[in-house]
T-cell receptor, first 112, second 116 residues
Framework: DQQVKQNSPSLSVQEGRISILNCDYT??????FLWYKKYPAEGPTFLIS???IKDKNEDGRFTVFLNKSAKHLSLHIVPSQPGDSAVYFCAASHDSNYQLIWGAGTKLIIKP | KAGVTQTPRYLIKTRGQQVTLSCSPI?????VSWYQQTPGQGLQFLFE???????NKGNFPGRFSGRQFSNSRSEMNVSTLELGDSALYLCASALSFPGQGSETQYFGPGTRLLVL
């Protein structure tokens, strides 16, 4: 049972345009969400997070949106740059045990 | 500050063997989590240790075990290896609760295990 789903295995975006990565979850108890980025041969690195008390969090070119009623979050990257090409994972947790539940990842390819 | 280190980086084993992977967390971090990453499956949580105690465990068979030492270093052991155990094994450290508030996990580069 996948509680966190990233339905797009890959996404290709033109450099300079907006990249939108999506993540859906099924557990309404989740109250904290994170995005990680992973380059080949490296471990994932933390990108941005959002608490369920917010519906938007912004950090430079990265913005995460949370729609609790739809159990959906998205990561917007604008403008997209070649260095953004990586695999992006979303993860969720709830305060009963803080265990992170991860999605399968979306491979983002930024075309020059 | 040194990051999370994992040894070895690459490993080739045969079915039926056992393997031990090592993880050294960031200095001061007391939480260590282990994940298995396979293509299309994302990160599958194995277990998390905090102050030498297993605090959380994922849905993996008993062949997968781990431990944490007093210096927070952690080891993961897989016994009776199967072909399906071929994966990237990632270790992550955090100060305390990795999923709470702004507490983020810092990942090592992983150990790539190939079972033949």
């Amino acid at each position: 049972d996948q509680q966190v789903k990233q339905n797009s295995p890959s996404l290709s975006v033109q450099e300079g345009r907006i990249s939108i990565l999506n993540c859906d979850y099924t557990n309404s108890m989740f109250d904290y969400f994170l995005w990680y980025k992973k380059y080949p041969a490296e471990g994932p690195t933390f990108l941005i997070s959002i608490s369920s008390i917010k519906d938007k969090n912004e950090d430079g070119r990265f913005t995460v949106f949370l729609n609790k009623s739809a159990k959906h979050l998205s990561l917007h990257i604008v403008p997209s740059q070649p260095g953004d090409s990586a695999v992006y994972f979303c993860a969720a947790s709830h305060d009963s045990n803080y265990q992170l539940i991860w999605g399968a990842g979306t491979k983002l390819i930024i075309k020059p | 500050k040194a990051g999370v280190t994992q040894t070895p980086r690459y490993l080739i084993k045969t079915r039926g063997q056992q393997v031990t992977l090592s993880c050294s967390p960031i200095s001061g971090h007391r939480s260590v989590s282990w994940y298995q990453q396979t293509p299309g499956q994302g990160l599958q949580f194995l277990f998390e240790y905090f102050s030498e105690t297993q605090r959380n465990k994922g849905n993996f068979p008993g062949r997968f075990s781990g431990r944490q030492f007093s210096n927070s270093r952690s080891e993961m052991n897989v016994s009776t290896l199967e072909l399906g155990d071929s994966a990237l094994y990632l270790c992550a450290s955090a100060l305390s609760f990795p999923g709470q508030g702004s507490e983020t996990q810092y990942f090592g580069p992983g150990t790539r295990l190939l079972v033949l």
